[in-house]
């Protein structure tokens, strides 16, 4: 159902953006980052946000949506249009969005003081790469593997990269992204993509397929991976990477590639398998 979309024109380089959709499903414990119970600070392009205001509602006999832009200086420059649920518009907000996927840290590695550490989308990239690599599987879909790698930490575009360290239960963890989600598909629009984005996060959080079991193999393996590297690259030990992920391995190719990159690890530090 697309409930929200923004005008390109807009977009400045101090300007962010509130989405406040008609959106039914929100709970009054919604977690602080969001500005309110219906809405979405959109920073685009700067750090400290300017707030645009943006109150839509679609009309029931169509595809359109009537949207009031108001202005964070209290002025109201007040502008209505009707745009199409499927816009370029909403699409290119969306993206913006995801702009945020690409520079924001990983922070396992942050934590350990890794310099110029990957990206959450790098992370997901190279998993999409595991998953176009990977041989055929019986029953697997591997092109849903690869979506399934694209978007299992989209929402990571709102909540940041949430880890153990932070001391947050994993539902609550769940519950943020969720939140999340539903706000950058309203974002988009709504409609067949945004529900497959949904359908595809859904099943890799539940682990509810297959295809789920391979990419959480996927990710796994991505991380120790990269853990690897970054031994070589920075003279580090990063074996709580390898401790955490032992014996978690669900699928065959996952077990072999963790136990390739475990096998190269011990040979170049000389233990013993």
């Keep these: 159902m697309g409930l929200t979309t923004m005008a390109t024109n807009h977009?400045?380089?101090?300007?962010?953006?509130?989405v406040t959709p008609n959106f039914q499903t929100r709970s009054s414990s919604s977690p602080s980052f969001l500005s309110r119970i219906s809405s979405l600070k959109l920073d685009l392009y700067?750090?400290?946000?300017?707030?645009?205001?943006?109150?839509?509602?679609?009309?029931?006999?169509?595809?359109?949506?009537?949207?009031?832009?108001?202005?964070?200086?209290?002025?109201?420059?007040?502008?209505?249009?009707s745009v199409s649920s499927s816009s370029s518009s909403s699409a290119i907000d969306f993206l913006t969005l995801c702009?945020?996927?690409?520079?924001?840290?990983?922070?396992?590695?942050?934590?350990?003081?890794?310099?110029?550490?990957?990206?959450?989308?790098?992370?997901?990239?190279?998993?999409?790469?595991?998953?176009?690599?990977?041989?055929d599987l019986p029953g697997v879909n591997r092109e849903r593997c690869i979506k399934i790698a694209i978007v299992h930490d989209i929402a990571e575009a709102i909540v940041g990269d949430i880890t153990p360290s932070?001391?947050?239960?994993?539902?609550?963890?769940?519950?943020?992204?969720?939140?999340?989600?539903?706000?950058?598909?309203v974002l988009l629009g709504g409609g067949?993509?945004?529900?497959?984005?949904?359908?595809?996060?859904?099943?890799?959080?539940?682990?509810?397929?297959?295809?789920?079991?391979?990419?959480?193999?996927?990710?796994?393996?991505?991380?120790?991976?990269?853990?690897l590297e970054y031994e070589m690259e920075h003279g580090k030990v990063l074996d709580e990477f390898f401790l955490s992920t032992a014996g978690k391995f669900q699928t065959e190719i996952g077990k072999s590639w963790?136990?390739?990159?475990?096998?190269?690890?011990?040979s170049r530090s000389g233990k013993n398998v």
């Design 46 to 81: 700067k750090d400290a946000p300017k707030i645009l205001a943006i109150r839509c509602c679609q009309n029931r006999n169509s595809d359109s949506i009537s949207a009031s832009f108001t202005g964070d200086d209290g002025v109201g420059s007040k502008k209505s249009s």
């Design 166 to 185: 932070d001391g947050i239960p994993k539902a609550e963890k769940s519950r943020r992204e969720q939140a999340a989600l539903n706000e950058m598909c």
């Design 11 to 18: 977009f400045t380089s101090s300007s962010s953006f509130t």
């Design 99 to 135: 702009h945020r996927l690409k520079t924001t840290k990983r922070k396992g590695w942050v934590n350990h003081g890794i310099k110029g550490p990957e990206s959450i989308a790098d992370h997901m990239y190279r998993m999409a790469i595991m998953a176009l690599i990977a041989g």
């Design 192 to 227: 067949l993509r945004a529900d497959e984005i949904q359908e595809l996060w859904t099943e890799y959080e539940n682990n509810a397929s297959i295809e789920a079991n391979l990419v959480k193999d996927f990710d796994k393996v991505e991380m120790i991976l990269q853990a």
């Design 258 to 266: 963790a136990a390739e990159i475990i096998s190269r690890r011990n």
